[in-house]
């Protein structure tokens, strides 16, 4: 099995995430059982929310704020995962509770382990 990096992208307000916290408790019953599905099949490695806070460090220094793109949008989250395949990982991911919202997705990245010798 290969690990493969989940990094969810959404839109964001001017100063935080677009979502209230409304939106997230109500959501949050979507995640567990979202996450809990991956996890219940022994492939879940880690997963965790990002803060808004951020700072950017360059080699022309530090920026305070997180690295938005166009539209706003920003990585919000990621989970690790171990998959058979990217098509496995895909069809978990257009299930994913954060595309519920406008201008969001979900990148997925086969990892490369580090040689160990």
């Known amino acids: 099995m290969k690990e493969y990096l989940l990094l969810f992208r959404n ?11 409304q939106d997230m408790a109500e959501d949050m019953p979507k995640w567990q059982s979202w996450i809990g599905n991956i996890a ?5 490695v880690h997963t965790a929310p990002i803060e808004y806070a951020a700072s950017l460090v360059s080699k022309e220094g530090i920026e ?3 690295h938005k793109e166009a539209n706003s949008v920003l990585v919000s989250g990621f989970l ?17 509770p954060i595309l519920k919202y406008p201008n969001s997705s979900v ?7 580090f040689p160990t010798n």
């Open 11 to 21: 839109a964001s307000a001017a100063n935080g995430y677009l979502a209230t916290s």
């Open 80 to 96: 690790i995962c171990k998959a058979d395949s990217a098509e496995e990982v895909q069809d978990w991911s257009k299930t994913c």
């Open 40 to 44: 219940m099949q022994g492939k879940l």
């Open 64 to 66: 305070a704020g997180p």
């Open 107 to 113: 990148e997925v990245r086969p990892l490369i382990p």
